[in-house]
Each structure stands twice: as C-alpha cells, then as structure tokens.
C-alpha cells in the first residue's frame, strides 16, 4: 500500500471529533494481499463505533481508501522514543 494514502487516510481520520490518536496499517490478506486498518484511541466520555469511524472517513474521501477495520485500543504501543510500534499492530490483528 503507497504511504501516501496511509497518511491521507491517518490525517483525515485524525479529524473526528471523538479520537485522540491513531495509526494506520496494513494487514496481510490471502485474498487482496493487504486490507488496511486503523487503530483508534479515543477521547474519555465518548463511545464511537467502527460505522460511525467508517462513515466519518466516506465523507471526506473516496471509498475504496476507507479502511476496512477499525479497532478501537486503551493506547498505541510505543518504542521508548515515543514511535508508534506498527509492526506490533500488525501483530494484533486477530
């Protein structure tokens, strides 16, 4: 998947008003090769779900870059420096 569309999608979705932080990756899939998700950390006192997230992001660009899961997390795992960790999201992905 091209990084520019990653950080499109991760700018965007940075736009709602419920989340916090966020980082987007790609999974592997046997049938496309890749599906993108988005992990999502969220604002206290809100409660957004994966259709709300979805919806959000098919407002403001094209549909096929929408991701296809949204997994909402307490936080995102970080190296000691500070980076998000997104080999280790990958791995999270059930």
Do not use: C, T
């Amino acid at each position: 998947m091209e990084k520019k569309y990653f950080l499109l999608r991760w700018k965007v979705l940075y736009g709602h008003p419920s989340l916090l932080e966020s980082a987007i990756v790609g999974i592997p899939d046997k049938l496309f090769g890749e599906q993108v998700k988005a992990y999502v950390v969220i604002r206290d006192n809100v409660k957004p779900n994966e259709e709300e997230i979805k919806g959000f992001l098919k407002e403001r660009i094209a549909d096929y870059k929408v991701p296809q899961y949204v997994d909402f997390v307490q936080e995102l795992p970080r190296n000691p420096g500070g980076k998000v960790l997104k080999d280790k999201l990958v791995q999270m992905h059930g």
